[in-house]
């Protein structure tokens, strides 16, 4: 089954383009863009763990489309911040939220999305290899952006563990990973960054972004009427204007 959808839900440019303006009374952005859509990358969990219970809303808000799937970015204490060993709570903090949606079937993907500066060095290889052991319990996808993991070797590393590999649409900066189709897992993963030249990193703004999960599931469910309006809210998106040394050994912790 593939699953298409944005990345995020809350962005103040929607308002009059995916939103209706005025909202009627009680609207919610993530409900109605599960009408249409039947994933959405959760964009928050990048910068902090969520509470447990906002989780559990997100689930609750979602409920009536049982073929919907969140995916996840990894909080980035674990991809940016590399400086220091995490340590056993951190573990826990970002453990608990994705496992409310894992036991709810609503947690198609945990992103680990690594920098362009994350090269492919014995020493990011150790960090990445720990961190894919302490995540192990959830569908793992990994971002890299650095060419020098473009190699057979290291997909078969990523095919033996079943992560799988974003495959990731980006502006070619220097020695950026190149578009591709690869797959190392049940799970396909391609995210589309866009090629905004008019920003110095050249990438589109988040809320001009989109999302592609495939997973080996019957294909959805969902009619033409909203096939077609997805369709339209995606056209609306892609064309409005775009202006604009980890220090010590890391304890081996699981979830």
């Not at 469910?221 to 909203?226: D, E, L, Y």
């Not at 995606?234 to 010590?248: A, D, F, Q, Y």
Request: hydrophobic content about 35%; glycine content about 6%; proline content about 8%.
């Amino acid at each position: 089954m593939v699953h298409f959808g944005p990345a995020g839900w809350l962005y103040k440019d929607w308002e009059g383009v995916v939103y209706p303006a005025p909202k009627p009374k009680g609207f919610d952005p993530l409900a109605y863009i599960a009408r249409y859509f039947s994933t959405v990358e959760i964009n928050s969990t990048y910068y902090g763990s969520p509470l447990p219970a906002t989780a559990d809303k997100w689930v609750e808000r979602v409920k009536p489309f049982p073929d919907f799937r969140f995916t996840a970015k990894l909080w980035k204490r674990f991809t940016h911040e590399r400086k220091t060993a995490w340590t056993r709570a951190e573990v826990k903090e970002a453990c608990v939220p994705m496992d409310r949606l894992l036991r709810a079937g609503k947690l198609g993907a945990l992103l680990m999305q690594f920098p362009w500066s994350f090269r492919r060095t014995d020493e990011n290889r150790e960090w990445l290899d720990d961190l894919s052991r302490t995540f192990r319990r959830f569908p793992l996808v990994l971002e890299v952006r650095h060419e020098s993991w473009n190699t057979p070797e290291f997909y078969a590393e990523l095919a033996e563990r079943g992560i799988g590999f974003v495959n990731i649409d980006q502006p070619l900066f220097k020695k950026s990973i190149k578009p591709s189709a690869t797959v190392t897992s049940p799970v396909g993963y391609i995210r589309v960054h866009g090629r905004n030249t008019r920003t110095g990193s050249g990438r589109t703004p988040a809320s001009k972004r989109a999302t592609i999960i495939s997973t080996r599931k019957k294909s959805s469910s969902r009619g033409p009427s909203a096939q077609r309006k997805s369709h339209q809210i995606l056209t609306m998106l892609m064309s409005s204007p775009i202006i604009t040394t980890r220090e010590k050994q890391l304890p081996m912790q699981r979830c």
